[in-house]
Structures are given as structure tokens and as C-alpha cells.
């Protein structure tokens, strides 16, 4: 039966080619004309745009009850907790952030919205109240001021969650394949370049979209981020038991090694020191 | 010019929620007591202070300076209230009985020197009982229970005053104005502790604590021409919601005093009357909305020229005591030429009656040119001067140019610093979290494009070989036929059917179609003219020739005999294919050399 198909189609193209005289009337059956190629691409990405805005919409337009005013969890926090860790839904875990940061547990507060970030890092939300957070804490101080293009190159990075990636590589991989098409059936008399620049612009766009991706759904199961929970704790010295400085509440630090009792970090301004675990509590446990 | 210049610095602190206060213990101090000098700075954010150089005080001799520092964020509603601090105490000791001022010194605050106030001070001799300090004299108020004054200063009786005065006694204030009741204990005995059990509360207000030490810290006074020590308990805002004589909260707990043993003595505290009177009927703004408080205004734009697609932050500050949970935002009267925002609001209030409030207000633009700033009008009672006052905010002249393209990313740099916490997201459900990668229908998408762009790929090779290489192409569409028809009458041949010879003239048939392009429409003997022509080798034709005899004659015969020559007329057409192919590839070669 495939066969039969096959060999029609063969025969169908056959009589097709037979009736065109020139390869610039090419024209896929009844689709669209090579010639009308770039109005198409533009098209293809108007309706994936699709895609991504509504991703963007429904984070950026949720809906509040009672605008302002903080309302408590239905239910028990533990259970809340619990269903959260199984669920991984990333606003489940703002809604905990900012639970937990109303009952003045900034430690928890930034955990949880760590972890929102972890899983949907375009949650703009748990970012802002992140920063808001950080801003007002005591160790304010230990985070660097970023330049402003690196500050847009993470909140491009930011904006890509893993979903959109998939989204975006899935995309262009479809543009890359719409691409070949076009430089395949080209008109052979005519310049290639456009078809050419095409294609790789595609390709190498769909590869730097699946790259990322496969960075960050590595970056999202091995996430080394950890905050202080404790109020106050000391940081020792990587060497000796020196107290380097006093680390408070809702800092971020990086986890370098586990040793003993005790974990090294890196601090947000670089420097190195040791915790013990029981102040820490990690972004992915 | 030199009062300009002392507003000139102060002009900054106006701007900002620092503020640089400087206290003193006492003003009238005895030779046996020590000076202390409380400096305090606070901020809505982080400090750097420089650790101020202790001043030098005409008849006193520093001794020490120690600091602390603290930090508060409180979150009220969405609205988060901080507040940092750096407290500087310095000890003096008295050299000399006299008058003298604690000069003004400065001190720096972010990188800024601001001058503080000079207090006048008056050292008396050690053996003088100095005045009371914090409270006057109040009249009208007996002792405490029963009559002590034979036994002052007569340490060896157990005997003593302790009671708990609420001040100011009596005070009045205009109705939404938050009055603060300051709740005293007052001994003449040795008092361990304090414990407060119980406030009973009237009608007619609403409270928030205003105060509330932690350990009882004594200072003398003079109460009805006795000397007492006195520490603060507690201190309330009372805002009244309706008019009249109102009774502040009543205090009750007991004091454990020591003397020969341990006494507790239950204590109920007095005072703390509130007279409340209605606000003015008349000249009433149009645009109260309620305020009442000795407030003072100022504002602040972030800037005058602007880009279209830039914003303007317009920042109204309102500072003083009063009720700021009672009134709402004031709002822009005319917005010509802006969109104004709904603004976001800081507090940084003490017990929500006292401090500072910002509302920050973001204009955009409509269009190019020169608008004036849209006017903001707030109007409040002032309890202080028993009037109501208004506020316009000043006629600014804002230049709006042309869009540049930094304008887009002007948000980028805004977000830097939020103002308030967001609140929760309200939905029914949350679904688990599962990857689009880790779903089934990404990868069949995913398929699905690499399947739709290999049988593409197939389709345009296919072509541009029938386009550059007719003959190849021709070539290898027959080998495809060949073997599309070859195999069942190959079938049929080894199952001895009938059909073999059908199925192979068919075979052959398309097989020279594709290759010749001979119509299927021709007789078998035109066809076999054709193919002479075509430089085809005799042998060829011969096998040609007989196979379709043999095939012509097997239609004639019984099907029992049919299958008699079939092994050997397969052996034949085989011969026959790979001798055609043979000669395809023979005159490829020959016309590629």
C-alpha cells in the first residue's frame, strides 16, 4: 500500500516536472511559492509568537484575589510544603515564598522563590519579590552591581525558561527544515546566497536554543544554589575555624564541596567560606 | 546666609527618610550623675557612618562612646516597612557646675556630613535634687494608697508609693487625630519587676502600641513636690472614632517590690483622659479625604527631560504624626499630556501613627513637547493649629523629546530596585511540573519534522538528478520497476502458478518504458521495432523474442502445461534484465570516457 502511494506520488511529480519548462514556476503542490519564502517564515513565527506569548501571559497576568492583601494557605503549611516538592509547580512555590517572607522567615522566603526561579526562571514575579527581598536584606552589601549589558544578557537568559527554549528550538528547527526545502528547490540559475544565509542563520539559531536548553535542564537538576535559613550564622575560614564575617538570614550562596558538618560556599561576592550545614538548606535537595 | 546655609544641608535629609537625632539623658545634670549623649540615625536603607568624633563639652570630660546598629523589615499588607539604624552613645562626666551647650558637630552618612542640633545644659552640685525632666508637675493626683511623706527618705520602715500614672492626664484632640498615652510607674520603693496583666479597654477608639520598653530604666522626677524614680511601661496611639470624654486603656499588673522580703502590689493605673473634639464644619477643602495630623509635605521628580517611552517618578513624601491608615492616596487633578500611574506606597511608620510616608507616582508621556507637571493636591486637619491646610504640588515644566532607543531598555534599569512585595497568585489547581522535552508529543513533533524533511531532502535529490543526469535517473527509476514487478513473477515462477508469464511480460514491459520510453500503447511487435533501433544487441533480442513467444503460447495451452518451461523462461528473463542493465551501464561508461 505504501508502496502503491509511493509510486503514485513518483508518477504524479513525474508528469508535474514534464509539464513545468522553467524551475523558477517551481511551486510545491498547492502550498505556497518559493518566491513568497521569506513572507512565509515571517508567518511560521507570527504563529509560534503565539506559543510564547501565551506563555508570557499567564505569568504575567495572574489572577489576584484581593489585590494588596496577603490571604492565608488553605491549608496546613506542611501539607502545602509537601504537595509543592511533589508537584514542582513553580508558582506553588511563590506562593510559599511570599507565605513564608509575611511570617518574616526571609531565609525560607528566598529559598522558595529560588525554587520557582529554578523551575520557571521567566517567573517574573518570584524574581521581583527575590530582588525586593535581597534589597532589603542586611547582607544587601555581598551582591556585586552587574553591568548593564550583563544585566540584559541575564534577563535574556531569564526569559528563555526551559519551556520556551523547547518551544523556540522546536521552532527553528521547523525554520531550518523550511529552509533546506527552499535552498533544495532553488532555482539553480539563480544566486543561493539568501536561501544559504537562511538556513544557517536556522540552524545555528535551533542548535544555540537546544545548547541552552540542555545547559539549563542540566543547571536545573544540579542546581547549587543554597540559602541561609538561620538568623545569624558565622562563616569559617575554608582552612582554620577563623569566623570570617557574620552571614544573616536569606543570603544565597553557592555550595563548592560538602566537608563533614560543614559545607564550603561561595559567597555573592566571591568569597569562599565554610557553613555548617544545619543554617543551609539547599535550592535542590 | 547662614541660616540659608544651615537649610542648604539640610536640604538633603528633607529629600530622604534619614533622620539625625541627638538626645541628651538630662538637661539639668548634678555633679554625682553622668551626661549622656544619644546620637541616633535612621534610614530606610542600608547606613555608612563614619563614627563621629566626640564632641567637646565645656564643663565635662568625655569618658566613652559605645554603638549598635539595627535592622528592621516588617511587612504590612503588601507594603514593607525597613528601617536601619546607628545609635552612638557618648559619656560625659561633669567637671564643673554651670551652664553650657553640647556644641553642634557633623557627621557622615553615606558619604554626606550633616550637623546636629546644640542642647543647652546646666550642671548643678551633687547634693541639689535636680528637677524632673520628662514630665511637669501634675496636680490633682494624691498619693498612691496612703500617705508616705513621713516616710521618705527613712529607708529602715517597709513602707512606700508605687503606682502607675497614664500622661499626659487629661489632653485633647481633634477627633482622628492619634493621641499618645504614656503609662509610668512611679515608686519611691525598691521595685524588682513589673508585670502588666491585663488593659481594659473603653469605647470610642482604636490603639497600636506605640512604645514598649523591654526592662524598666528609671529616671527622677518630682511628682507633687516628692521625688520619684519613674519608668516608662508602655506607650499607646489612641485614635478616638467618635467625639467626647474618653478613658484610655486601663493598666493592670503587679509590682514586686523588696524590703525586708518580697511584696507583690497589684497596680491599676490613672489618667490618661482624652478629650476629643469635632472637626471644623466649615472651610472644609474639597479635597479632604480625612487626614488629620501635623504633617509636612514636600515632593521630588526624577527628572524634567524626558524621552518619549521614558517615565517620570514623581515622589510625594508626608511626613509628621497623624492617622495615615485613615486616608488613601491623593490623586493627580488633571492628567493633560501623562498617564499617570496608581502610585506604589512606602511607610516607615512607628505603630502606624508617626513617621514617614512616600507615594511614588509614575507619569509617562503622551507625546512630544512641554507639558506642566499635573497638579497633586492633598488636604489634611492639622490638630497643632486647629485649621485645615492644603497642598498643591508646584507647576514643573516637563520637556518630552523624541523616542531614543535606550528609551526601550529604560526599564531594564528601573526594575533594579522594587518598592513592594508581590502578592500571592490565586489559582485553583497547580499542576505538576513536567518539562515540554519530557513529553511524548514533543519528541513526535520533533519526529515528525525530521520524517517531513528527509522525504523532502529525497524529493529535491531525486529532481536534480533528473535534472543534471537524465539517463541516471531513467536508469535507476527502471531498476526500482524491475524489481517492483521482477519479484512477484519470480514468486510466482518457484510456486509454479500460472501467472509467472503475465507478471514477467509486465515486468519487462515497464521495465523498457522507464528505460526506452516506450509507450505502453505500441503492439509487441512495434515495440520489438523500437527497440532495434535503438542499437540493441542481436542475442538480446533473440531471448526477447522467444521469451514473448513462450509467453504467447503459454496463454494458449491447458494451465497443467503451462508450468513446463517455467524455470527455464525465468533463467531467461533474467538473462534478459541483466543483459539491459548491463548495456545501460556499458554506454554509461562509454560516454563518461
Same mark, same amino acid.
Given at each position: ?26 511551486? +510545491? ?16 513565527? +507570527? ?239 | ?58 564643663? #565635662? ?17 503588601? $507594603? ?149 524614680? $519613674?519608668?516608662? =511601661? ?71 527631560? =524626558? ?186 515462477? $518457484? ?84 543483459? #539491459? ?5 556499458? $554506454? ?6
Amino acid at each position: 500500500m505504501i508502496q502503491c502511494n509511493r509510486r503514485k506520488l513518483f508518477l504524479r511529480r513525474k508528469i508535474w516536472f514534464l509539464k513545468k519548462q522553467s524551475f523558477s514556476e517551481l511551486r +510545491l503542490t498547492g502550498v505556497f511559492s518559493f518566491s513568497r519564502f521569506p513572507l512565509l517564515l515571517v508567518l511560521v513565527l +507570527l504563529l509560534f509568537c503565539q506559543v510564547l506569548l501565551a506563555q508570557v501571559d499567564t505569568l504575567q497576568s495572574p489572577r489576584y484575589k484581593n489585590s494588596g492583601e496577603l490571604f492565608q494557605l488553605p491549608d496546613s503549611l506542611d501539607r502545602i510544603i509537601n504537595e509543592a516538592e511533589q508537584k514542582k509547580n513553580a508558582d506553588l512555590f511563590y506562593n510559599l515564598g511570599v507565605e513564608f517572607f509575611s511570617r518574616g522567615e526571609i531565609g525560607m522566603a528566598n529559598l522558595y522563590f529560588l525554587k520557582a526561579l529554578n523551575i520557571n526562571s521567566a517567573h517574573s514575579q518570584a524574581r521581583t519579590n527575590l530582588e525586593l527581598s535581597i534589597h532589603y536584606s542586611p547582607d544587601a552589601d555581598l551582591y556585586p552591581e552587574q553591568l548593564f549589558l550583563v544585566q540584559v544578557l541575564f534577563k535574556v537568559l531569564n526569559y528563555l525558561s526551559v519551556n520556551r527554549l523547547a518551544v523556540g528550538g522546536i521552532i527553528f528547527m521547523f525554520l531550518s527544515a523550511l529552509a533546506l526545502c527552499w535552498l533544495l528547490f532553488y532555482n539553480p540559475e539563480k544566486e543561493r546566497a539568501l536561501p544559504i544565509l537562511t538556513l544557517a542563520l536556522c540552524v545555528l539559531l535551533w542548535i544555540s536554543f537546544f545548547v541552552t536548553l540542555g545547559v539549563k535542564l542540566h543547571h536545573q537538576q544540579h542546581n547549587r544554589n543554597a540559602v541561609i535559613i538561620a538568623r545569624e550564622a558565622e562563616l569559617l575560614s575554608p582552612a582554620s575555624n577563623n569566623v570570617i564575617q557574620e552571614v544573616h538570614s536569606g543570603l544565597i550562596v553557592k555550595i563548592v564541596q560538602e566537608n563533614g558538618n560543614y559545607y564550603l560556599v561561595r559567597l555573592p561576592d566571591n568569597q569562599l567560606g565554610r557553613v555548617k550545614k544545619e543554617v543551609i538548606r539547599k535550592v535542590v535537595s | 546666609m547662614k541660616k540659608a546655609l544651615f537649610f542648604l544641608l539640610l536640604f538633603p535629609l528633607v529629600l530622604s527618610a534619614l533622620k539625625i537625632d541627638v538626645t541628651v539623658n538630662k538637661n539639668t545634670i548634678s555633679m554625682n550623675e553622668q551626661l549622656e549623649l544619644t546620637l541616633k540615625i535612621a534610614n530606610d536603607n542600608r547606613l555608612k557612618v563614619e563614627e563621629p568624633t566626640p564632641p567637646s563639652v565645656p564643663l #565635662f570630660s568625655f569618658r566613652n562612646l559605645t554603638s549598635s546598629s539595627s535592622s528592621s523589615v516588617v511587612l504590612e499588607g503588601t $507594603r514593607l516597612i525597613s528601617e536601619f539604624s546607628e545609635t552612638f552613645r557618648f559619656i560625659y562626666f561633669p567637671l564643673k557646675t554651670g551652664k553650657t551647650t553640647i556644641p553642634s558637630f557633623k557627621v557622615k552618612v553615606n558619604g554626606h556630613y550633616y550637623p546636629t542640633r546644640a542642647i543647652s545644659l546646666e550642671v548643678i552640685a551633687g547634693t541639689k535634687k535636680p528637677p524632673a525632666q520628662s514630665s511637669p508637675p501634675v496636680q490633682g493626683f494624691g498619693s498612691f494608697g496612703f500617705d508616705d511623706s513621713d516616710f521618705w527618705g527613712n529607708n529602715d520602715k517597709w513602707a512606700g508609693d508605687t503606682f502607675i500614672l497614664a500622661l499626659p492626664e487629661e489632653q485633647k484632640v481633634y477627633r482622628g487625630f492619634p493621641a499618645i498615652v504614656s503609662y509610668y510607674l512611679y515608686t519611691d520603693e525598691t521595685v524588682g519587676s513589673f508585670n502588666l496583666e491585663n488593659e481594659i479597654d473603653s469605647d470610642g477608639y482604636g490603639k497600636s502600641t506605640y512604645e514598649q520598653p523591654t526592662m524598666l530604666n528609671y529616671e527622677e522626677v518630682f511628682f507633687q513636690g516628692k521625688q520619684y524614680k $519613674r519608668a516608662l =511601661i508602655k506607650s499607646l496611639a489612641i485614635i478616638s472614632n467618635r467625639e467626647g470624654r474618653l478613658q484610655s486603656p486601663i493598666l493592670e499588673g503587679y509590682a514586686r517590690l523588696y524590703g525586708f522580703g518580697l511584696l507583690n502590689k497589684n497596680l491599676q493605673s490613672k489618667g490618661g483622659i482624652i478629650n476629643v473634639l469635632p472637626l471644623p464644619a466649615n472651610n472644609v477643602p474639597p479635597s479632604f479625604g480625612g487626614a488629620v495630623g501635623n504633617f509636612k509635605l514636600s515632593y521630588s521628580l526624577s527628572d524634567k527631560e =524626558i524621552s518619549l517611552g521614558e517615565t517620570i517618578t514623581f515622589t510625594l513624601k508626608i511626613e509628621g504624626r497623624g492617622n495615615f491608615n485613615q486616608f488613601s492616596a491623593p490623586q493627580f487633578v488633571s492628567r493633560k499630556g501623562f498617564q499617570v500611574s496608581s502610585p506604589m506606597v512606602i511607610d516607615n511608620l512607628k505603630a502606624g501613627i508617626e513617621g514617614t510616608r512616600t507615594y511614588y507616582y509614575t507619569l509617562i508621556p503622551q507625546d512630544k513637547g512641554v507639558y506642566e507637571l499635573p497638579e497633586l493636591t492633598f488636604s489634611w486637619f492639622d490638630n497643632d493649629s486647629g485649621s485645615y491646610k492644603l497642598y498643591r504640588s508646584p507647576k514643573e515644566k516637563i520637556k518630552v523629546s523624541s523616542a531614543k532607543v535606550l528609551s526601550y531598555f529604560s526599564r531594564l534599569k528601573q526594575s533594579r530596585n522594587p518598592k513592594a512585595m508581590l502578592p500571592k497568585i490565586e489559582k485553583n489547581s497547580y499542576p505538576a511540573y513536567i518539562p515540554y522535552v519530557k513529553q511524548p508529543w514533543y519528541w513526535i513533533l520533533m519526529l515528525l519534522i525530521v520524517g517531513v524533511t528527509i522525504a523532502v531532502s529525497i524529493v529535491a535529490w531525486e529532481s536534480k538528478m533528473k535534472r543534471d543526469n537524465p539517463e541516471r535517473y531513467a536508469s535507476l527509476k527502471a531498476e526500482k520497476v524491475l524489481l517492483h514487478y521482477l519479484k512477484p513473477a519470480t514468486t510466482a515462477a $518457484r510456486n509454479l502458478s500460472p501467472d509467472f508469464y503475465p507478471l514477467a511480460e509486465k515486468a519487462l514491459f515497464e521495465y523498457l518504458a522507464s528505460k526506452y520510453k516506450l509507450s505502453n500503447h505500441l503492439s509487441t511487435q512495434e515495440k520489438m521495432q523500437a527497440l532495434n533501433e535503438k542499437n540493441i544487441p542481436d542475442w538480446l533480442l533473440q531471448e526477447l523474442e522467444v521469451f514473448l513467444a513462450h509467453s504467447q503460447a503459454a496463454r494458449f495451452l491447458p494451465e497443467t502445461d503451462r508450468a513446463v518451461n517455467l524455470e527455464e523462461d525465468l533463467n531467461r528473463i533474467r538473462k534478459i534484465f541483466t543483459g #539491459f542493465s548491463r548495456l545501460g551501464k556499458t $554506454r554509461k561508461n562509454r560516454s563518461s570516457k
